[in-house]
C-alpha cells in the first residue's frame, strides 16, 4: 500500500506545485486579457533554447545566460503585448496570430538548431538523487518545488496583502469595472504579462535541465497551463493550486496504475479538460457554458 | 386560461434588486410594461423570455412552467423577444433575416412580413448597412418571422423620430388586429398607449400599478412615481 | 414541398434530443427537396469560375503526368479539401477548429491499418472508411466540446493536434496495432495526373456539396452563427445541432483527405498529425477569403504552387516565410482577398 502511495504523494506534489508555476502566469494573462495566448507555451521553448545558445554554443557563464534567457522571453512576452495593442485583434484573430507565432518559433529552432533531440543545458543542481519517504526523486525536482513554492508565497503575499497587488487581482478579475474605476488596466497589462512572462520562463529554468530541447517542447507547459486553468477556472487564481495538484495526481495514480505508456499523462490531462468541460464546465471557477 | 402568468418574480445583479416580487396575467390582446428608467423593465422582460434566469419565482406560459426553459424553447413554444438595442444578422440581407426562422415554427410568408413592416423595398439590401429607422423595423420583423403567440417587445420605439415611430406603431396595430399578442416595454408612454389594452407599472423594480389603460392614468401611485419625470414622449 | 406544422402543440411534445436528428432531416430537406433552386445556383459565376479553374489544372497537370508540377497540383488539391472543410466549418461560424491534423492524421492512420488488415481493399473504399471514422470521431468530439464559446471550443479543438497524435498513439499501442507508421500502402492513381484527376473530382464534388449547403437554410443559421448566435436563440433556433453537423461533416472530409495524403505517399504515420496541416489551411482561407468557399480554391493552387517552387531556392526557409507571412495576413486582412475583391466589382458595377 505505501509502496504505490508514497511515489504517487511525493512526484503528484512535486509536479503539482510545478503546474502552478506555469499555470499562474497563463491564468493571470487570461484573467487581464481575456484572450488565449498560445505564445504563452512558446515562451518557455524560447527561455530554454536561449540558455542553450548561450551557456552551450556561446560559452558563457551559465548563471549569466539563464539571466539572459530569461530577459529575452520577457522581452517576447511584451513585443506580443505591444503588438495586441497596436493592432488590437479580436480574440479570435488573436487565437489564430498566437499559434501561428508559436509554429514560427518551432520552425526557427528547427531551422537553427537542427531539430534533433539530445541537446540539453546543464543543469543548475546536482544530480544524486535524494531519497523522500523511501522515494528516489531527483534534486532538480526538489530545488523546482522549493522554488514554485517560494514564488507562489511570495506572490500570494503580493496580491492579497499589497495595494498595488490587489489592484491586479481586482483587474484579472473584471477588467470592464476596474477601467470605470480610473484604473489604468493597460498598464496593469503591462506589469501582467512581465510577470507572467518571467514565471513561466523560471519554469524552464528549473524543469528543463532534466529533459531534452526540441522545437516542439512548447506544446506541453502550454497543455498543463491551459488544462489546470480549464479546472480551476480561467482567471480565478484561488483554485490553481488545487487544480494543479488534481492534475498531477490524477497523471501519477494513472501512471502507476498503467505503468507501460509514457504518453499516458498527455491523455489524462485531455481526459480531465475533457471531463471537467462536460461535467464541470464552470471550472472550480468560471469557463462560461454556450446556451 | 391566460396566455402569459409571472408569478412574483425576483432578480437581482450583485447587491441590487432588479425586479422585485412582480407578478401579473395577461389576458388582454396587448400588455404595456411602464415605469421611469431603471424600473426594471428590461430585466423582467429578459427574465420572462428565459434569457436570464428568476432567484425567484415563476414564468407560465399557456400553463406551462417556462421559467428555467432556454431563449430557444420559448420562443419554439410561441413567445418571442426582440432586443431594444436592435441585433440584425449583418452579413445576410434582409429577406435572409427572415428566411433564417423559415420553417421553425411553421413556414414564413416572408413577402407578408417585408409588407407589414415597411421593408419589402430593401429585402436584398445586406442588413449591416441599413439605417437605424430600417433596423428597429427589421427587428419588429425578425420577432414576427418567428411566428410568435406573444411577441416581447423591448422598447420599439426608442431612438426613432415621432414619425417614424408613428409608423411602426401603425404596423404594430396591424399586427394586433391580426391576432398578435404583445407585450410591449416602453418608456415612451403617450405614444405606446394608444394601442395596449392594459398596463403594469414597474418602480424600482416593484409593481405599482395593474390595471386597464384608462385607469391608468388616474392612479395615485401612478402620478407620484411620474411626477416631476419627462417620460412623456422623446 | 413542405408543408406547414402546426404550432405550439406540435412542437411541445417534440423531444429535445430531436435537435440534432431534427436539424439532420431539415439539411436534408433543404438539401435535396429544392433541386430547382439548387440547380440555378449552380449557375453562379464564381461556382463556374472555380470549377473553371479545378478542371484546367487538372488538365495541366495530366499533360506531364509524373512532373513536379503534376504533384504539386495534387497536393494543392489535398490542401484545397482541408481549406474547403475548414472554411465550411470554421470561417462560416465563426467557431475557429484547430483539430484539422488530428484527423487528417486518423484518416491516414486508420486507412494504413485498414490495408494492414485486408490488402485487398481499394484506395476509394480505404478512402470511404476514412471519412466515415471521420465522421464519427468528428461528432464524438463536438457533442461534449460545441457547448461551450467560439473561443473556448478553440481552444479545445487546438488541444487535438497538440497532444492527439499521443492519444491516438497511445490508443494504437493498447490496441497492439503499429506505431511506426504503415508502409506499401496503394497508390491512389497510377501516375501523379491520374490522382490529380481523381483529387480534382474530390474537390468538385466537396466544393458543390459545401456550396449547397452554405445556400440553403442550414447555411444561413450557419452564418447567423457568426453574426449573433444568441439572437438565433432568441427566436427559437437551437444553434447546438447546426455546428455539430457542419463540425461533422468538415471532419470527416478531413480524414477522407488525410487517407489520399497516406496513399499518395503511399505511407501514413504520425507526420500526418503535423501543423502544416492547419497552418496551410488557415493561410489558404485567409488569402481566399474566410466564408467565401471558392476563394479557397484559387487560393489554393496559389499558396502551395508558389511553396512549391520557392522550396527548392529557399529549403527549411520557405516554411518559415509561409508561417511569418500567415502571421501578417491574420494581423492585416484578417477577411481576405476576396471579399475586398466582391466590393470591388460591386462598387465598379454600380458605384456603391
Redesign the interface.
Known sequence: MAGILAPIVVYGTLFGLTYVLIALGFTLLFGISRVLNLAYGALYMVTAYMIYYFAVELGFNLLLSVAIAIAIAIGVGVGVFLICVRFAPDPLRFLIVSFMFALLLQYLFTKYFGGQSGLIIPGLFPVKEILIFDVSVSPVYLVTAGVALGLLIVLWLWIEWTQYGRTIRATAEDPETAALFGIGVRSIYLVVVVVSSALVAIAAVLIVPAQELTPTMWIEPFVIAFVVSVIGGLGKFKWTLPAAFLLSFSQFIVQFEYPTSASLSDIVAFGVAIGFIVVLPQGIGGIKRAH | MELLEVSNLTRSFGGNVAVDSVSFRMTSDALAIVGPNGAGKTTLLSTI?G?LHPDHGTVRF?G?DVTRF????I????M??T?QIV??????TVE?NL?????????VDVDRILGVTGLSEVRGQVAGVLPFGLLKRLELA??L???P?VLLLDEPISGLSRSEARDLLESLLELKRSGVRMVLVEHRLSEILPIVDRVVALDRGRTIFDGTRSEFFQDPAVRKAYLGSEDVGN | MPTDTAPSSDLRRRPVGGGIAGALRRGARSFAGSARLNASRLTSPLYLGALGVIIVFAYLGSGNPTSFFALSLVLSSIYITLALAWDFSSGMTGYLNFGLPFFFGVGALVTGQLYATDSHLTPSSLAFFSFGVGLLGGFLFSLPTLRLRGPYFSLLSFLLPLIGADFILAFWTQLGLRTQGYYGLPFLGATYGDELVLLSAANVAILTAFFLLRESHFGLVLRGIRDDEDALGSQGIRTFPYKVVAFTLASGVVAFSGATYAMVYTFAGVDAFGFAFILFPILIVIVGGTGELFGSIFAGYVVILLYQYLFPTFSDLTLIIFASAAILLVLFIPHGLVRPLRAFIRFMRTGE
Open positions: 423570455a434569457v399557456r406551462r432556454p431563449p430557444w424553447r420562443a419554439r413554444l410561441g418571442v423577444k432586443y441585433r440584425p444578422f449583418r452579413s445576410l435572409e428566411k433564417l426562422f423559415d420553417k421553425i415554427r411553421g413556414r425578425k420577432g418571422a418567428a411566428k403567440e
